[in-house]
């Protein structure tokens, strides 16, 4: 332990040496610091601080630098609204990568593909969707005005985590009719199983399947990783360059196959997508799909090689559900009582993780970990076991369960005026923002909602355990509209 504090202060005294150098720029300086403590990155984004950036643009980087490259749309450079010159090859040789039919490049992350999507397929109908789902896909029902049709999920018992949705899903499909359904490909712990049935169901009763893949960009580069969202069976997906392919924060690619409405999906990316989109984003993702279509296959094997590797060292602490999974999303099943000091001592190890919610911690181990990564990898596990001890009871986390249906269009309770109320006096209210335990980012309530007890009891245990709920303020206060505006009949 010894070793871990003098480390901790040391990176503490650098981090005051760095902010006075840079000038009271505080962000500059957060930065800096970690680029100083140069930690084995296990987490998002994939390149993992340049071990797996794509050759093409690391050397025009090595070349001209990050100033010279910073280019926005200028004659002759093309233009994302209305491609015609390089990024219209880009984008043709990006779905040609991806088995798809045709591809947008995302400048404003998997995000920016949910919402035109959603809103090209759905605007105004029913999507059918698990609870297990980003908070932009939420997002997307607000925008879009669509209402969900929620699809039973089988939690894990060991862990509370998703393992899929159920076979009866299918049927509710088949039932309800949605316009659309949006499938997790994979989940944030990495379960790609969705049942056949389901994107049968689809098929039958005409409904567009959108799958999430922001964190499946990388699927189908080995056999041991889950088949791509395309081949999957799914129409169209966002497919998270950022996550796992090596390309720059907030880059991502839409991708759809024939039939669908392209020109819609383009009007749709029009009102979203920045108007100065940056250059280096979209080079970034030109230069991750032509690395991933030249040695995609060589890298990832490599990387399920380390992850299992890993795995079958942590043994039974490793989470290995019998469902389909991407095995490079490590999940050490350490049961914490903070997850933030787990985290802390893991950092001072040298070693930044995807997150940890007290009871598993989540790595990343794409292609730039490597053998000496897992190597290193392992030092800080043995040293996170040395100084804390693992807590005694291992619960569940809370699954996801279908946040309650709003009372009233979401967008406009976001829009309403309203009031700060604490937590406990929320009962009756409406609330007037979503409440997303973070991470994972999946809301527990959505804006628009008559607070039942149970809502608010739901809340208050995430807060209970320690977990952060976006939406609800450090002194535990939540916005709710007005009576006189959302709360009557
Ligand atoms: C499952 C899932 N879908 C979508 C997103 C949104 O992706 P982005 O951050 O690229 O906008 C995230 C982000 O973490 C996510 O975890």
Do not use: N
Request: with cysteine.
């Amino acid at each position: 332990m010894g070793g871990t504090g003098g480390l901790a202060a040391a990176r503490a005294g650098e981090g005051t040496r760095g902010r006075r150098a840079l000038g009271g720029a505080p962000l500059v300086a957060a930065l800096a610091e970690r680029a100083a403590a140069s930690p084995l990155r296990l987490c998002v984004p994939g390149h993992g601080g340049g071990g797996y950036a794509p050759s093409a643009l690391r050397r025009a980087l090595e070349r001209y630098g990050v100033w010279a490259l910073d280019w926005t749309e200028v004659p002759g450079l093309d233009d994302l609204a209305w491609p015609h010159g390089p990024i219209r090859d880009a984008e043709a040789r990006l779905a040609e990568a991806f088995g798809a039919d045709g591809a947008a490049i995302l400048v404003g992350g998997s995000t920016a593909g949910i919402l035109a999507a959603v809103l090209a397929l759905a605007r105004g109908g029913r999507v059918a969707l698990g609870a297990t789902q980003h908070r932009s896909v939420y997002a997307a029902l607000a925008l879009a005005g669509a209402r969900p049709v929620f699809l039973p999920e089988v939690a894990d018992p060991e862990t509370g985590y998703s393992l899929g949705l159920t076979e009866a899903a299918a049927a509710i499909v088949e039932r309800e009719r949605p316009a659309l359904v949006v499938v997790a490909h994979p989940t944030y712990q990495g379960v790609a199983a969705t049942p056949p049935a389901l994107w049968e169901a689809a098929r039958r009763t005409g409904a567009a399947v959108l799958a999430d893949a922001a964190h499946g960009a990388h699927f189908g580069a080995d056999p041991r990783l889950p088949p791509p969202a395309l081949a999957a069976g799914a129409d169209v997906a966002v497919l998270g360059l950022h996550k796992s392919l090596g390309a720059l924060t907030q880059t991502a690619a839409l991708v759809w196959r024939k039939g669908m409405p392209e020109e819609r999906l383009r009007a749709m990316l029009r009102l979203i997508q920045s108007s100065s989109p940056s250059y280096l984003l979209l080079a970034s993702a030109d230069s991750a799909s032509a690395a991933w279509a030249a040695d995609g296959a060589r890298r990832w094997a490599r990387a399920v090689d380390h992850a299992l590797e890993a795995a079958a060292w942590l043994g039974d602490e490793a989470w290995t559900p019998a469902v389909a999974r991407d095995p490079t999303k490590l999940l050490w099943l350490r049961p914490a009582a903070g997850a933030g000091d787990l985290l802390a001592v893991l950092r001072a190890a040298g070693v930044e993780a995807e997150y940890a919610d007290g009871r598993a911690v989540l790595f990343c181990l794409g292609p730039h970990v490597g053998r000496r990564g897992v190597e290193r990898l392992r030092r800080a596990v043995r040293a996170v076991r040395s100084a804390l001890p693992a807590a005694r009871s291992a619960r569940p986390v809370p699954a996801a369960s279908p946040p309650a249906p709003p009372d009233m269009d979401m967008l406009a309770a976001l829009a309403a005026p309203g009031e700060r109320v604490p937590l406990a006096a929320a009962v009756g209210r409406v609330a007037g923002d979503f409440l997303v335990p973070y991470p994972p980012g999946i809301p527990r309530v959505l804006p628009g909602r008559r607070l039942s007890a149970e809502d608010v009891a739901a809340v208050a245990a995430d807060l209970g355990l320690g977990r952060e709920v976006q939406g609800v303020t450090p002194d535990a206060t939540i916005k709710v509209l007005r009576p006189e505006r959302g709360a009557g009949p």
